[in-house]
């Protein structure tokens, strides 16, 4: 009986060495993960747990007028940019020798750096010396308006900042989704004589909206992280009127008021953690 019993029982595993240095080639990401993210959120949570921090938070006008300032942001600049995004696909597709040349230039805005982009912008857009108002000043004689100046210009500007800088990837993306088409049920369409919005509708659109509402999603959980067209362009001014939730954190570290940040930060996820939420559901389909 107890010979059957051990022969019954699985033999240990020993580790192979390819096992070995797998697993040994882990450590210093886990590390790296654990001290850079896993660290900062748990002390970020500990430094905001005090619940006077959400009262204050909550207390100051310019938190809520950044909470709008997000919902603008991502209204506008998410759809609009995504609709620009499915249009301009119909036409990169088109098979003709110079829209290569095209979509080269088309993708340069998101290929280069951010920081310097934004801040080339922000010079262009200077009341007293930026190219814009120079070239207004040079054909009609009148001085041009101080754009950052005003919180409305200022937060379309930055909406349109994040649209030209992030507009090529999303653009290219669905170029692919186009491009897996089948060619033979667009040309049995034509045949049928179906016109180009029939085709659109009801071979295009049905092919490709699965991945157009993830990447909507997606594009939205980025564009809440949007730091840099809001922050490197505006300031979050004039007087803290275009700040975000992205940007709202780092206006009160510059207060010294390290609670408020980190509560910011934690008011954010409720609008981050749905979203995430439906976009693996969505995936796992």
Same mark, same amino acid.
């Given at each position: ?28 990401? @886990? ?15 500990? %430094? ?13 006008? *310019? ?21 620009? $995004? ?18 080269? @230039? ?9 920081? /310097? ?30 754009? @950052?100046?005003?919180?409305? !210009? ?5 909406? %349109? ?12 993306? @669905? ?6 088409? /089948? ?19 009801? *071979? ?19 564009? %809440? ?7 490197? !362009?505006?300031?979050?001014?004039? $007087? ?22 980190? $509560?910011?930060?934690?008011?954010? !996820?409720?609008?981050?953690?749905? !979203? ?10």
């Amino acid at each position: 009986m107890t010979a059957q019993t051990l022969s019954l029982t699985p033999p240990h595993k020993r580790l192979t060495p390819w096992d070995f240095w797998g697993r040994v080639m882990v450590v210093p990401y @886990l590390l790296v993960f654990v001290v850079f993210v896993v660290y900062p959120v748990f002390y970020g949570l500990w %430094l905001a747990r005090h619940p006077q921090s959400y009262v204050d938070l909550f207390n100051d006008p *310019i938190f809520f007028r950044s909470c709008i300032n997000t919902l603008v942001f991502l209204v506008i600049g998410i759809n609009l940019k995504m609709v620009v $995004a499915l249009v301009l696909s119909g036409f990169f597709v088109t098979q003709r020798w110079w829209i290569k040349i095209v979509a080269a @230039l088309f993708i340069l805005p998101w290929a280069v750096p951010s920081i /310097p982009t934004i801040l080339s912008v922000r010079f262009m857009l200077n009341p007293e010396w930026g190219i814009i108002n120079s070239a207004i000043f040079r054909w009609t004689g009148i001085d041009g308006p101080n754009w @950052l100046n005003d919180p409305t !210009l200022a937060l379309m500007f930055a909406i %349109l900042m994040h649209i030209w800088k992030s507009l090529p990837f999303w653009t290219l993306i @669905l170029v692919s989704a186009r491009l897996a088409i /089948p060619s033979e049920q667009y040309e049995a369409a034509s045949v049928d004589g179906a016109t180009n919005w029939q085709k659109f509708k009801f *071979i295009t659109w049905p092919s490709m909206r699965s991945l157009y509402l993830t990447s909507t999603i997606l594009s939205m959980i980025w564009t %809440l992280g949007d730091f840099n067209s809001v922050y490197l !362009l505006t300031g979050g001014g004039p $007087a803290d009127l275009t700040h975000v939730l992205a940007t709202l954190g780092i206006r009160y570290l510059r207060l010294d008021q390290v609670d408020l940040a980190m $509560a910011s930060i934690v008011v954010a !996820l409720p609008f981050v953690l749905p !979203l995430v939420y439906f976009m693996m559901k969505r995936l796992s389909k």
